[in-house]
């Protein structure tokens, strides 16, 4: 009916052939990606250049490689929630003045939150499959004050960030991975 809005596709690996045809999808098969980064802070910036090229790849057919991202704050169980209830996969718009592409990116594979314990990341980074740890964290996620003094929150023995990221690795050397 002229005028009502389109209906909305719930995003998610079975509905993919319901998009627009405009929209890119992946064509690489997402059972066989491998997660071998662990990334800490799956923001915009995050989901629109590491996640965008590594996806890049997969449709180049290098499929042994994917993201398991990672949230170390409350606020972060948003984000968890938006991609888990669409299997990790999200849209990204990109535009370079002159035209717009809308791609449905396919490179994340997992997602834990390391609240209210760090456990489920250090394991990610004990995963002996994880090749790669990075991250994508504001000023507010470093524990340096104003002089550039190393400082750690009240009550901890460091940010929950690099704390799960020591934790991860010591498990590592302790298990020879």
Known sequence: MPGMPAPVTQLAPQTLGELDVRISVPTYDRARLVPRIVHIGLGGFHRSHQAAYLDDLCERGQTDWAITGAGVMSSDSRIFDALHAQDYLYCLLTSDGQS??????????????????????VAAVADPRTRIVSLTVTEGGYPVSDTGAYTVPAGASAPPAFSAIAQGLRRRRDHRH
């Not at 990116?105 to 997992?110: C, H, L, N, Q, T």
């Not at 390391?114 to 489920?120: L, M, N, R, S, Y």
């Open 100 to 121: 717009e592409r809308v791609r449905v990116v396919g490179s994340i594979v997992d997602y834990v939150l390391a609240v209210p314990t760090v456990e489920p990341l």
